[in-house]
DNA sequence: TTTTAATTGTGAAAATGATAACAATGTGAA
DNA sequence: TTCACATTGTTATCATTTTCACAATTAAAA
């Protein structure tokens, strides 16, 4: 299996969202400008994206839903469901943890973690909360292999390292902080404080 | 003042952020590929990132650290400040809230709106709750142009047209609902679920 | 002073991503 | 049945972003 550009990806994911949602409106079939009118796109991002994960859709019908949905089901999930973990349950570590689960079939965070007494070896949302230094043991032992940094900031650079050691192949970074991680863990950066001064520079721009 | 790339504002707010540190580490210069490994990124980009903003750096002595602070506060910042509002506090907008005050000098969250009797018309770290009928009058009032969306997903629509109205310039959407906003306002998209789904993906990718 | 080596600045190339343009085609209207 | 046209699939083009490659320069070493 070949690999996606990133931004089809991330687009496939909203494809599916919107769909889940046309299909419990009764719809069967969808043109590739009403996903697009979904998503506030054009209609040939949809259709390239669609062509691009090598479906096929009928000509003046549009989309079969349920294909659709399942196709990007194949590209996206893994059978056996994708675990997470969440490190730092403090505002926006709880937050998230509350917030996630639920959301999709195949990813869900199983566990969590923290230095606080005060939160460890107690569950949250139905999730248990180990004390940090059992990050690598338990990530191993339950397959985790997707991590959320929301620790501290000056905390992640050391966190980052036992979860590569860990096994963790994949990691959402909340901190303000730029992390080194090797060439196979993707790193995706969620830096708040950025976007908004980005939003602001171009709220001055026009 | 013409318009630098998107990626390039994004990373010059980092830029700012360590250099702020490496400043108050005593240091008065910085080489490229010194604020680059700060960054994990390469050094070509950070001098190329330096081009754009029309700055020159001293051949073999880096660049000016504290110039280069204050012109990249002179292209990100207005004088008087930007001002921000976050429109929903629940779990994830009060979070923010106590977050994001006092990060950055010049862009601060001033005014909150929720539609909850027992949240609106009190103060939230340091910042009044007002009911979110009352919007687009305290916008107007405040001069507020950039808008945290944190409602559930269901009413961002709605807000966002009331948003419109109101001159606000800039949004940043938690809600994972893409929205529709008129070409002068500012966009930025949030949305952590398909940011997972996509680490997810690339995780089984490998 | 001369040489060496490190560092900047930048044009050109490569990679990634979005849009335009249109041929192909089969559905439904006439 | 025939025709018009809506819609797909795809190639080619355009735009943005990153990387390469290297000339220019000068601080420090010799
Ligand atoms: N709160 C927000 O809205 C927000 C927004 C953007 C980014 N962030 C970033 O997210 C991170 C967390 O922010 P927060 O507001 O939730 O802070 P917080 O202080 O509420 O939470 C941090 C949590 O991490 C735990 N912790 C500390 N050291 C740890 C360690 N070594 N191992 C495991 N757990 C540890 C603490 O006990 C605490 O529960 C910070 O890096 C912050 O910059 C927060
Ligand atoms: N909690 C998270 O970590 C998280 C993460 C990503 C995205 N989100 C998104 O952020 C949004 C908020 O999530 P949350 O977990 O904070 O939910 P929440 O229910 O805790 O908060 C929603 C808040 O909005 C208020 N509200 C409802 N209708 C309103 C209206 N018309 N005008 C103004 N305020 C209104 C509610 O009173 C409540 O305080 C949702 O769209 C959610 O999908 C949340």
């Known amino acids: 299996m070949i690999t996606l550009p990133e931004k089809t990806v991330e687009r496939l994911c909203k494809y599916r969202r919107v769909l889940y949602n046309t299909i419990s409106a009764g719809k069967q079939h969808i043109f590739s400008h009403e996903l697009a009118n979904l998503l506030q796109i054009t209609p040939v991002q949809v259709r390239r994206d669609i062509m691009l994960i090598g479906y096929s859709g009928t000509l003046r019908k549009g989309y079969d839903i349920k294909d659709l949905i399942s196709l990007i089901g194949n590209i996206l999930d893994t059978p ?49 909360c180990y004390p940090v230094d059992r990050l690598e043991e338990v990530i191993k032992a339950q397959g985790i292999r997707l991590a959320i940094l929301t620790v501290p900031a000056n905390q992640s650079p050391d966190i980052v390292e036992v979860l590569a050691m860990s096994g963790v192949k994949g990691i959402m970074n909340f901190t303000p902080k730029a992390l080194h991680v090797p060439d196979n863990i993707y790193l995706e950066e969620y830096d708040m404080v950025t976007s908004m001064e980005k939003v602001a520079y171009f709220i001055k721009q026009n």
């Open 80 to 128: 056996e469901g994708q675990k997470a973990a969440i490190i730092g349950l403090g505002n926006l570590g709880s937050s998230i943890l509350t917030y996630f689960n639920g959301k999709r079939a195949k990813l869900s965070i199983i566990a969590a973690f923290d230095i606080d007494p005060q939160k460890t070896n107690r569950v949250f949302g139905g999730v248990q």
